[in-house]
């Protein structure tokens, strides 16, 4: 079996000139490598105790929901703002060159859970640390930070998560 790196595929000049992207759907797109990522995901949760898995929008459902499967709990969805159909909490955080919203249903996470947070990509940070922030407001706690990438370069595990339970699958120099 080929190792997980092996699925992702190096994008040079995307989206921009300068920019060497790496696409996970080269994971996706195979069923092998859809499993492998999944089955290493679920390693790193052997020996954490949690009660809910939340994904954050998008590709955080792909590989949250199967996660929630195979341990018996319960997912919870991250959302952009407005895509929610119950009551919601939502946390503002700062993007490049703006803002932008997330939001969770306001009884997702009860007092006293333990939640895994899982997204595909981990960069510069901020969207993982307003999904940690809605979980602790609603009085959760958070039991992991899973990420099947990590770019080093752009520092969110010193800066934007620092202090977290942090894990990534595959990490990359640079940004």
């Known amino acids: 079996m080929k190792p997980l790196r092996d699925y992702i595929h190096l994008i040079p000049d995307f989206p921009g000139p300068g920019v060497l992207f790496r696409d996970i ?27 809910l898995v ?9 590989f949250g929901a199967p996660i929630a499967d ?9 959302r952009k703002k407005g895509k929610l159909p119950r009551k919601t909490i939502s946390e503002t955080y700062t993007l490049e060159y703006g803002e932008a919203t997330i939001e969770m249903h306001d009884d997702a996470v009860k007092p006293g859970q333990k939640v895994v947070l899982v997204d595909d990509l981990l960069a510069t940070g901020g969207t993982m640390a307003a999904a940690c922030n809605l979980v602790e407001r609603l009085g959760g706690e958070v039991a992991k930070v899973l990420f099947v990438v990590e770019l ?10 620092a202090g977290r339970p942090v894990e990534t699958l595959l990490r990359y120099e640079g940004k």
Do not use: N, Q, Y
């Open 25 to 51: 759907t080269g994971i996706l797109d195979s069923g092998a490598g859809f499993r492998l990522c999944c089955d290493e995901l679920c390693e790193r949760l052997k020996g954490v105790d949690f009660d």
């Open 54 to 62: 939340a994904g954050i929008e998008s590709r955080g459902f792909l």
């Open 70 to 78: 195979r341990f018996r709990k319960a997912f919870v969805p991250v």
């Open 152 to 161: 080093e370069g752009f520092g969110a595990r010193e800066t934007k998560l």
